[in-house]
Nanobody
C-alpha cells in the first residue's frame, strides 16, 4: 500500500523551531511538497522538492525560515521550520506525485497526500 505518513506535530512558542517528517511507504515518489491549511483558509503551498537532484521551490512566506530536505535511504522528506510565527499555525500536509517531478503551488497537481499534522505557534 502506497502512503505518506507525517509526524512531528507540536506546540511551540514564536521564534521556536520544529521539524516535520514525511515517510513514504510502498514506493519512492518523484516529487514532494508541503502544504498547510489554517482554519477557515484555503490550503496553501509551502515548499516542494524533486526527489532526483533535490531542486527546491519555496513560497515567499517561508523562504529563509523553512528548509526542506530528503533522506534517500529512509525514503523520507523533512521540513525544518525555524523562526516560527503565530501565522504559521496550521495543519501541515505532505503531498507527492507518483511519477512527475512536479514543482507546483497548486494542490491538484499532486496525486498522493498524507493525513496532516498540526503545528501550533503561540505568541
Amino acid at each position: 500500500q502506497v502512503q505518506l505518513v507525517e509526524s512531528g506535530r507540536g506546540l511551540v512558542q514564536a521564534g521556536g523551531s520544529l521539524r516535520l517528517s514525511c515517510a513514504a511507504s510502498g514506493r519512492t515518489f518523484s516529487s514532494y511538497a508541503w502544504f498547510r491549511q489554517a482554519p477557515g483558509k484555503e490550503r496553501e503551498f509551502v515548499v516542494a522538492i524533486k526527489w532526483s537532484g533535490g531542486t527546491t521551490y519555496y513560497s515567499d512566506s517561508v523562504k529563509g525560515r523553512f528548509t526542506i530536505s530528503r533522506d534517500n535511504a529512509k525514503n523520507t522528506v523533512y521540513l525544518q521550520m525555524n523562526s516560527l510565527k503565530p501565522e504559521d499555525t496550521a495543519v501541515y500536509y505532505c503531498a507527492a506525485h507518483t511519477y512527475l517531478s512536479v514543482m507546483d503551488y497548486r494542490p491538484e497537481r499532486y496525486d498522493s497526500w498524507g493525513q496532516g499534522t498540526q503545528v501550533t505557534v503561540s505568541s
